[in-house]
């Protein structure tokens, strides 16, 4: 999972209010989480976090509904980085093999210790667990969306929506995988096999 808020967050001209804002609630996301990391979810309090980030409890909720929402910001970002590196990896060949090299290049950026625990603390999120069917849907939807705009051909969307579900699917099984195994392994090793698992099933 991304780390931080990404660059492709953030609009090309934006005025000083837009920035302000912008860095704020980057601010807070990024205090949140080290105390998240650092003390646990559950029992770091709103006020702790609004404390740390230097902002009132009445700010805080200006920006976040709850503790939950800093951590669906880390989920956000994750979306951007994936749209980003899709756009990179262009002429990679085939779409499956464009998403691939997409997530194999992420993969490789997201795959520390610190990464891991903040797959952890989302996981262990009741919010964010409830949430991950609908999150797996939504990143098939941002491949989907990259694969149409790279291939723009109507005739072609059905097959595109295919390799979406197929490589986010995949995806899913190589965190799972890497997850379990506590990150012994390169998290782009287990997408490489989740990859070649899938191309040879097909």
């Known amino acids: 999972m991304p780390e931080t808020l990404t660059k492709a967050q953030t609009p090309a001209k934006e005025g000083l209010r837009e920035r302000n804002r912008r860095q704020t609630l980057q601010r807070i996301a990024d205090v949140g989480m080290e105390l998240f990391l650092a003390n646990g979810f559950d029992a770091?309090?709103?006020?702790?976090?609004?404390?740390?980030a230097g902002i009132s409890r009445r700010t805080f909720f200006y920006y976040f509904k709850g503790k939950d929402e800093i951590l669906l910001a880390h989920v956000a970002s994750?979306?951007?980085a994936l749209r980003a590196s899709i756009r990179d990896h262009a002429s990679a060949g085939a779409p499956i093999d464009v998403v691939r090299a997409a997530l194999l290049d992420m993969s490789a950026r997201f795959?520390?210790?610190r990464t891991?625990?903040?797959s952890r603390l989302i996981r262990e999120s009741e919010v964010l667990s409830s949430r991950r069917p609908r999150n797996d849907l939504h990143r098939e939807q941002v491949i989907y969306d990259m694969l149409c705009e790279l291939w723009p051909g109507k005739d072609r969307r059905d097959r595109l929506r295919l390799v979406a579900m197929a490589s986010s699917g995949a995806m899913r099984i190589a965190v799972d995988a890497w997850l379990e195994q506590g990150g012994k392994r390169q998290l782009t090793k287990f997408v490489q096999d989740a990859f070649a698992n899938l191309k040879a099933a097909i």
């Open 116 to 118: 891991i625990a903040i």
């Open 44 to 52: 770091t309090t709103l006020d702790e976090v609004a404390a740390a």
């Open 78 to 80: 994750y979306d951007d």
């Open 111 to 113: 795959q520390t210790p």
